[in-house]
């Protein structure tokens, strides 16, 4: 009883009156104002991307555990399987892998973003960064940015590895460097499938059970064989497959072994590479920035 | 300074509406008005639409009528205006747990805005604030529930908000950790802030609150001082717990020729109870009484309602329990 005498005793004796005042609409003009917004909404951005760096910085094994699948996959396909894996048109097998290897990493990698998202919207994270004064765009974009940068690590890492089992690119630096563009090009593409995912989807675990979806779909597709060697019923899905677009663009671009195929879009490959991501960021982006927005409904 | 720190006018909100008969009314013309530097708690069942509340005011969901403000801004016109004079503490503690306790500080001051050198000060002090100190640079996924609550609230007072929503802020505590909540609160309030408080947990209400808006089926069905709740359910009442349950009727006529009205009987507790106003006096009748007869008592006490009678009383009788709200459906 006294408990409440005492809270009400100090409450109304010293009364509320702080906090009003943030950085944000100091401006003085419209144009003021919006340069102001502009400004807080990078600031803001960067914060975020800052948290992504320094959640790795306290916790490296993470990138480790990401990468293992990939390096793991190299070593059973490349060394296990890999006397018994046919190239077409020839050459080494490992030579082959290695674009299909990056990609799959690529791939993967929208696990991670939808894991992120789902683990912020349950906990109240998300809840927390709405009611603040900070601004809106900033998670979204936030997640982009920082996600586009672990995966360029994880690239780094990747390529240091082939490096070391005698894979290289032979394609000169400008398209090697393309290649790499439209790896991490088609891991930004999957970001917003990531975010509309981690929005939709209810807790971590049916995060995870995306694996079984993922999977799959990367198993059908040129990571591993090329379709032209796949029934003639599973062939044109495997080719059809955005992820193969992309192993077959860098294979072409980095002067790998079996880049080639029949069909049509194998043969436009680096024009599809751009293409995919380009049709999945165009459904998925405005999906993903609408189902945010319907948080307040 | 606004009259009241927070003030809702026949808020309302309906979920589901493809199909007509789908539609629940979270809320349904929701008052409240809360007084500046007090505790507020709002009180209610599962579904009666506490939570909703809260995120409207909170401005994390739209009203589809009514009107509301908070610290004087109007949540609908200038909902960037109320969150730089807000806290929100959620059902969970929403803290990076691959973070420290100091780093998340200085996320969340980074994004109110202090910028880098103040978000750090900032952060000091709070540690300090709810002892937190000695572990500030301890991960925050090893921290026990409580420090996490802790570390929560301290990021949620920031910037010193004029408005603290705590939304069932010690939901899964152990007592001690709860006890350590408490604290915190005491000292926001001490500072100046005003509180709203959701809680199932009657008696952190009556420890913490003010007062206390009782709702029900999304509308506020009551709204007093705890004390004046339980004045409602009647003032102070003899209760007597016999020894054998034979002596229950004995028992009953002693009480009901001293309290003078019609006592209550709970067989399976060998209980009866009535209420009384000359409260000492009524009590010592009854003792004296139960021993010149020679009744065998197990307990006998002078009892305030508490505010669970009240409650029970308002609301028709549906109890609360300790799960998780489900009255937002997954937006």
Known sequence: MSTVNDITGTGTGTGTGTGAGTGTGTGTGPGAATANRAYWACADTLTLVRRTLLNYRRTPSAIVWQLGFPIVSVLLYGFVFGSAMLVPGGGDYREFLMPGMFTMTMAFGLMNTAAAVVSDNSKGVVDRFRSMPMAPSAVPIGRSLSDLMVAAAELAILAATALAIGWTSDGGPGATLLGFGLLLFLRFSLIWVGVWCGLVLPNTEAAGALYAVIFPVTMISSVYVAPALMPSWLAPVAAWNPISSTVTATRELFGNPGAGGGSWVEQHAVLMAFAWPLAVTAVFLPLAVRRYRSLSR | ?331
């Open chain 2, 1 to 331: 300074m606004p009259e009241h720190a927070v003030l809702a006018e026949g808020l309302s909100k309906r979920y589901g509406k493809k199909r007509r008969d789908d539609v629940t009314h979270a809320l349904d013309g929701f008052d409240l008005a809360v007084r500046p530097g007090t505790v507020h708690g709002l009180l209610g069942p599962n579904g009666a639409g506490k939570t909703t509340a809260v995120r409207i005011l909170a401005t994390l969901l739209r009203a589809d009528g009514g009107r509301a403000e908070v610290a004087g801004v109007d949540v609908a016109r200038d909902p960037r205006g109320v969150r730089a004079r807000i806290g929100l503490v959620g059902q969970f503690a929403a803290v990076d747990e691959g973070l420290t306790g100091r780093q998340n500080l200085e996320l969340f001051g980074r994004l109110f805005h202090l910028g880098g050198r103040a978000a750090r000060v900032r952060a000091g002090e709070l540690l300090d604030l709810f002892a937190l100190t000695e572990a500030a640079d301890k991960g925050a996924g090893q921290y026990s529930g409580g420090m996490r609550r802790r570390l929560d609230l301290a990021a949620s007072m920031i910037l010193a908000p004029a408005v603290l929503f705590l939304d069932e802020p010690t939901t899964g505590l152990d007592p001690r950790a709860r006890g350590e909540v408490w604290d915190a609160v005491r000292t926001l309030v001490a500072g100046g802030t005003t509180v709203l408080l959701t809680t199932q947990y009657l008696d952190e209400a009556d420890r913490l609150a003010s007062r206390i808006t009782v709702m029900d089926r999304g509308r506020a069905i009551a709204d007093d001082t705890p004390d004046g709740l339980k004045d409602r359910v009647g003032g102070d009442r003899v209760e007597v717990v016999v020894a054998e349950p034979a002596d229950l009727p004995a028992a009953r006529a002693v009480l009901a020729r001293i309290a003078g009205t019609d006592p209550r009987t709970d067989e399976a507790e060998r209980r009866v109870h009535a209420p009384v106003t000359d409260r000492v006096a009524a009590l010592t009748e009854v003792a004296r009484t139960l021993q010149e007869e020679r009744i065998a008592v197990e307990d006998l006490a002078l009892r305030r309602p508490a505010l669970d009678d009240v409650f029970l009383k308002l609301t028709g009788g549906r109890e609360t329990t300790t799960d998780t709200e489900k009255e937002e459906v997954a937006a």
